[in-house]
C-alpha cells in the first residue's frame, strides 16, 4: 500500500482524503496545511489522521509520496527540496487524478442505481412468476376436480346404458307378447314401440355422450400436460432470477 502525505488541506485535499481513507490501493497518513480550519484538516482529525501546520514535518511519517495540492510553485519547490527520493505529485496532476476518479465514482453510482433497478425488476418478475404459480395450481386443483366429475359422469352413463338395454328387451317382449295377443293387444303394442323408439334414441344420446365425455378427458390430458410444462418454465425462470439476483446483489456488495 501506498504511504501518501497531502500538502493542502482545502477542497482538494478533502475530497483526495476522503476518496482514499479506506482504499487498500494508497493510504493518507497525514495531512499538512497552515489553516487548521481547513475542511481536509477537520476531516483529518475526525477520522484519526495525523495533522501538521509544519510543512517540515512532510518526512516524519516516512512517506512513498507527497501530494501537493495547494497549486502554490513555492511550497511545490520547498516540497521537492525535502523530498529527496520521494515521489512529489503537484497540484496539477492531483487535480487530473481527481477527476479521473471523480468519473470512476460516477459511473460507480451509475451502475449502482442501474444495479437497483434491475434487482428491483427481478423482485417484480419473483412476485409474478409466484402469481403464475399460483394460478397453475389452482387450474391444475380445477381439473383434477372436472376429471374426477367426468369419472362419476362415466358411471352414471354406464347405468344409463344397463337401464337401456334392460328398457330395450322389455320393449322386445312387449312387442312379443302384443304379436300374441292380436287384436286385444293392439294398445300394448303401441307402447311397445314407443319403448322400442325410445332406446332407440336412448342408444343414439348415449353415443353423444361418450364422445363428448372422450373429448373432454382429451382436452383434460392435453392442458394436463401444458400446465405442467409452464410449471416447468417457471421453475427454470425463478432459479434463473435467482442466480441473477444472487450476482447482482453481489455485485452491488462489492460497489457499494
Known amino acids: 500500500m501506498i504511504r501518501s502525505v497531502l500538502v493542502g488541506g482545502g477542497k482538494g485535499g478533502y475530497n483526495i482524503l476522503k476518496h482514499f481513507k479506506d482504499s487498500e490501493v494508497m493510504s493518507v497518513i497525514s495531512v499538512i496545511d497552515v489553516n487548521d480550519d481547513a475542511p481536509g484538516m477537520k476531516f483529518a482529525k475526525e477520522i484519526g489522521i495525523n495533522t501538521s501546520n509544519d510543512i517540515g514535518s512532510v518526512l516524519e511519517f516516512n512517506p512513498d509520496l507527497i501530494i501537493e495540492v495547494t497549486g502554490n510553485e513555492d511550497v511545490l519547490e520547498r ?25 470512476l465514482d460516477m459511473q460507480v453510482e451509475n451502475l449502482k442505481t442501474q444495479g437497483e433497478v434491475i434487482a428491483s425488476n427481478i423482485r417484480s418478475l419473483f412476485q409474478e412468476i409466484e402469481r403464475i404459480n ?17 369419472e362419476k359422469i362415466d358411471s352414471l352413463v354406464e347405468s344409463i346404458k344397463r337401464i337401456t338395454k334392460e328398457t330395450k328387451i ?81 455485485l452491488l456488495k462489492n460497489i457499494s
Not at 523530498?83 to 471523480?102: F, K, P, Q, Y
Not at 322386445?172 to 314407443?194: K, L, T
Not at 353415443?207 to 427454470?236: F, Y
Open 134 to 150: 399460483t394460478v397453475t395450481n389452482a387450474i391444475f386443483e380445477c381439473m383434477e376436480m372436472t376429471g374426477k366429475n367426468v
Open 170 to 250: 322389455l320393449g322386445i317382449n312387449a312387442s312379443i307378447e302384443a304379436a300374441r295377443a292380436g287384436e286385444y293387444g293392439r294398445g300394448f303394442g303401441v307402447v311397445a314401440n314407443e319403448i322400442q323408439n325410445l332406446t332407440r334414441d336412448t342408444d343414439r344420446s348415449y353415443g353423444n355422450i361418450i364422445d363428448t365425455i372422450d373429448n373432454i378427458k382429451s382436452q383434460l390430458v392435453s392442458m394436463s400436460n401444458e400446465i405442467n410444462e409452464l410449471k416447468e418454465i417457471s421453475n427454470r425462470q425463478e432459479e434463473a432470477s435467482g442466480s441473477v439476483s444472487n450476482a447482482l446483489n453481489e
Open 79 to 103: 516540497l521537492r527540496a525535502l523530498a529527496g527520493n520521494i515521489r512529489v505529485m503537484d497540484s496539477a496532476m492531483a487535480r487530473i487524478m481527481m477527476s479521473v476518479i471523480e468519473k
